[in-house]
């Protein structure tokens, strides 16, 4: 099962003890805010997937607005987020980039 679930890009099923059963939860999302913690990125970088999932597309520009933070951190950020593959660059070198996700969520 858990197979099925990676090759379809989906998050691992999380498995859980209760009132005396065993229940496994299944997950459409992979982009939950839960899920993005355990990949360990930090605030500015969810509020970036979230962004993306609801706009489809994010600038550096972007990213340093709804960060409030700089060009160079916000290009930090993008590339960590590239590197892990869970944003994919899009356009040409420079102010042409922008990001999306690399895998499509099922709402």
């Known amino acids: 099962m858990v197979e099925w679930m990676k090759e379809a890009d989906l998050p691992e099923p ?3 003890e209760e ?3 065993f229940s496994v939860y299944f997950y ?3 982009y939950t805010e839960e899920n ?3 990949m ?3 605030e500015r970088q969810i509020k970036a997937v979230i962004y993306v999932k609801k706009k489809g597309r994010i600038t550096n520009k972007e990213y340093q607005a709804i960060n409030n933070i700089s060009r160079q951190m916000a290009t930090i950020d993008l590339s960590i987020l590239a590197d892990k593959g869970i944003f994919a660059r899009i356009g040409k070198v420079g ?3 922008a990001y999306r996700l690399t895998k499509l ?3």
């Open 14 to 16: 999380e498995y859980k």
């Open 19 to 21: 009132l005396g059963g």
């Open 28 to 30: 459409k999302d992979i």
């Open 36 to 38: 993005l913690r355990k």
């Open 40 to 42: 360990g990125l930090n």
């Open 95 to 97: 102010r042409g980039i």
């Open 105 to 107: 969520t099922n709402k």
